[in-house]
């Protein structure tokens, strides 16, 4: 059973840089890919990011590429997403998920980006 724990989420100002991570459990972490999505109120889910199972292949959405940064260290079952010149347009709540995507998933970090 997939079990994933976010975290690191905040209030930061625009311009702003916040680090998220996820924890995960359940299954061979070191096997997968894992991503970052997104979802504000009144939208759909939204892909962010993802990182192959050997951390050497990254995509980015369109509208977080050369801001945000996917990392994993698999001793650890930690992914992470460092985000960096912050917008305000970039808050929602950040979820991590198996690449390919699992049905679980953890109760996301709110990220809120305002003056």
């Known amino acids: 059973q997939v079990h994933v724990v976010e975290s690191g989420g905040g209030l930061v100002q625009p311009g702003g840089s916040l680090r998220l991570s996820c924890v995960a459990s359940?299954?061979?972490?070191?096997?997968?890919?894992m991503s970052w999505y997104r979802q504000s109120p009144g939208k759909e889910r939204e892909w962010v990011a993802t990182?192959?199972?050997?951390?050497?292949?990254?995509n980015y959405a369109d509208s977080v590429k050369g801001r945000f940064t996917m990392s994993r260290d698999n001793g650890k079952k930690t992914v992470n997403l460092q985000m960096n010149s912050l917008k305000p347009e970039d808050s929602a709540v950040y979820y991590c998920?198996?690449?390919?995507?699992?049905?679980?998933w953890g109760q996301g970090t709110q990220v809120t980006v305002s003056s």
């Open positions: 359940g299954f061979i972490f070191r096997a997968y890919g």
């Open positions: 998920n198996t690449q390919p995507r699992s049905d679980s």
């Open positions: 990182i192959d199972s050997t951390g050497f292949r990254r």
